[in-house]
């Protein structure tokens, strides 16, 4: 089995995501692996865990448009890991306004 299919991949994926030490990233990025990392393909779940290798500052500034986004970072995945944090911040306000 390919390392795409493999369900251990993908948890682990989640797993850091949602435990990266820095809340803001948490946020965005474990609702983001719970959502779409089975459906990633194996080329995009490769970009995903070299995002979670990077420092916990620059990725989120990437993410938010504090810091531009370096040419080999700068993919159609994080493109929606951008566009996925306004998702994500409606969701968690939804759940406090309830």
């Known amino acids: 089995m390919d390392a795409h299919g493999d369900p251990n991949r993908l948890n682990k994926l ?6 990266r030490g820095f809340l803001e990233n948490d946020l965005i990025l474990g609702p983001f692996a719970d959502k779409y990392v089975a459906g990633l393909s194996a ?4 970009l995903f865990e070299a995002l979670l290798e990077i420092p916990d500052q620059d990725l ?3 993410i938010v448009g504090l810091k531009p986004t370096p040419p080999e970072h700068d993919t159609p995945l994080m493109a929606r890991i951008q566009a996925f944090r306004f998702e994500a911040h409606a969701a968690r306000t939804a759940v406090l306004n309830a």
Not at 14 to 19: E, I, M, Q, S
Not at 43 to 46: A, T
């Open 14 to 19: 989640k797993f850091r995501a949602w435990h």
């Open 43 to 46: 080329e995009d779940l490769d």
């Open 60 to 62: 989120y500034g990437w």
